[in-house]
């Protein structure tokens, strides 16, 4: 088992469309562009510097720390050479959508490890995400509530709701040892949005086992190290997928999935791809399970902050 010392904590977080909002399939990349845009406004105190390196506020500035993050000093592993970030949106892969005004757009935000004193300012943000204008139309959100939720069990606490003054700052803490086990020898893991993890240099399209083990390990063990307690660095990370071929492949249905964003320079586009569908395992899944319920929370593969990489665990008789 891979040693980590990582919290978080998930968000469900509920807007109201003021005026109609057209979202693609994919609204992930749109979400949190406006999120950033948000949060860079009320936080940057050094608006006339193109990019945050160099910026002498970067470790404490909540902008900073959530959209370029720095490395901790004494890690130079080449897997962190663009640190991951500690805000994760959980924004499933659906059809094209249309909110209609008074109509609500509920996704999932995950706060982890350092970010977690931010969270004054990241709700704060989440009250002006959709102030600007969202989607196709430009149309515009307003912050219904955001709760707290403990995924596994059902517990939930309300943060913030949108015309109250009063706020909860102590949202539910998750840590690896609070997920729940597996114990079936077959699971099945449905991927909500496209998964993009390497194999051999290229996009995997067939996604054995130890290949999801392997990106899962460079996720998790990448926040760990950068947002967590470091006890993941230096660890033993050939064990796991060496034990993972014991694990096999039963069924496995996959499609590609793809989807146009803006990229970094103005009329920029890049593409999202990955691969959605279903997969089925078979084997002891016993030393895999926090890895495998903390990327069920957290995503893998590339594009995973903004919801890209997420799946479902289904445990099957």
Same mark, same amino acid.
């Given at each position: 088992?891979?040693?980590?010392?990582?919290?978080?904590?998930?968000?469900?977080?509920?807007?109201?469309?003021?005026?109609?909002?057209?979202?693609?399939?994919?609204?992930?990349?749109?979400?949190?562009?406006?999120?950033?845009?948000?949060?860079?406004?009320?936080?940057?105190?050094?608006?006339?510097?193109?990019?945050?390196?160099?910026?002498?506020?970067?470790?404490?500035?909540?902008?900073?720390?959530?959209?370029?993050?720095?490395?901790?000093?004494?890690?130079?592993?080449?897997?962190?050479?663009?640190?991951?970030?500690?805000?994760?949106?959980?924004?499933?892969?659906?059809?094209?959508?249309?909110?209609?005004?008074?109509?609500?757009?509920?996704?999932?935000?995950?706060?982890?490890?350092?970010?977690?004193?931010?969270?004054?300012?990241?709700?704060?943000?989440?009250?002006?995400?959709?102030?600007?204008?969202?989607?196709?139309?430009?149309?515009?959100?307003?912050?219904?509530?955001?709760?707290?939720?403990?995924?596994?069990?059902?517990?939930?606490?309300?943060?913030?709701?949108?015309?109250?003054?009063?706020?909860?700052?102590?949202?539910?803490?998750?840590?690896?040892?609070?997920?729940?086990?597996?114990?079936?020898?077959?699971?099945?893991?449905?991927?909500?949005?496209?998964?993009?993890?390497?194999?051999?240099?290229?996009?995997?399209?067939?996604?054995?086992?130890?290949?999801?083990?392997?990106?899962?390990?460079?996720?998790?063990?990448?926040?760990?190290?950068?947002?967590?307690?470091?006890?993941?660095?230096?660890?033993?990370?050939?064990?796991?997928?060496?034990?993972?071929?014991?694990?096999?492949?039963?069924?496995?249905?996959?499609?590609? =999935? #793809?989807? /146009? !964003?803006? %990229?970094?320079?103005? +009329?920029?586009?890049?593409?999202?791809?990955?691969?959605? *569908?279903?997969?089925?395992?078979?084997?002891?899944?016993?030393?895999? =399970? #926090?890895? /495998? !319920?903390? %990327?069920?929370?957290? +995503?893998?593969?590339?594009?995973?902050?903004?919801?890209? *990489?997420?799946?479902?665990?289904?445990?099957?008789?």
């Amino acid at each position: 088992m891979l040693p980590l010392d990582l919290s978080f904590s998930v968000l469900r977080v509920t807007l109201t469309a003021r005026e109609e909002v057209r979202l693609p399939p994919f609204p992930g990349s749109k979400l949190e562009g406006a999120f950033g845009r948000a949060l860079y406004r009320l936080a940057c105190t050094q608006p006339q510097r193109e990019t945050c390196v160099g910026c002498p506020l970067r470790s404490i500035c909540p902008y900073g720390l959530s959209y370029a993050p720095a490395l901790p000093t004494g890690i130079t592993a080449s897997s962190l050479a663009t640190p991951p970030r500690p805000v994760v949106f959980r924004v499933a892969y659906g059809a094209e959508q249309v909110i209609r005004t008074g109509e609500s757009l509920t996704f999932g935000l995950v706060v982890v490890g350092a970010a977690l004193p931010q969270l004054p300012y990241l709700l704060a943000a989440l009250r002006e995400v959709g102030e600007q204008g969202i989607g196709r139309t430009g149309g515009r959100l307003e912050l219904e509530e955001v709760v707290s939720v403990q995924p596994y069990t059902g517990q939930e606490m309300t943060l913030l709701r949108g015309g109250d003054v009063t706020v909860h700052l102590t949202p539910l803490l998750m840590r690896p040892a609070d997920l729940p086990a597996i114990s079936a020898a077959r699971i099945r893991v449905q991927l909500r949005s496209p998964l993009h993890v390497k194999h051999g240099g290229v996009m995997a399209e067939d996604i054995q086992f130890p290949v999801l083990i392997r990106a899962l390990q460079r996720r998790i063990g990448n926040l760990e190290q950068v947002h967590g307690g470091c006890q993941s660095l230096g660890a033993d990370f050939g064990t796991l997928p060496t034990l993972a071929q014991n694990v096999q492949t039963t069924y496995q249905y996959l499609r590609p =999935a #793809s989807q /146009l !964003r803006k %990229g970094r320079r103005p +009329g920029e586009k890049t593409s999202i791809e990955g691969v959605m *569908g279903t997969l089925e395992y078979v084997g002891d899944f016993t030393p895999f =399970a #926090s890895l /495998l !319920r903390l %990327g069920e929370q957290l +995503g893998v593969g590339k594009w995973a902050h903004f919801g890209a *990489g997420l799946y479902d665990i289904e445990e099957l008789p």
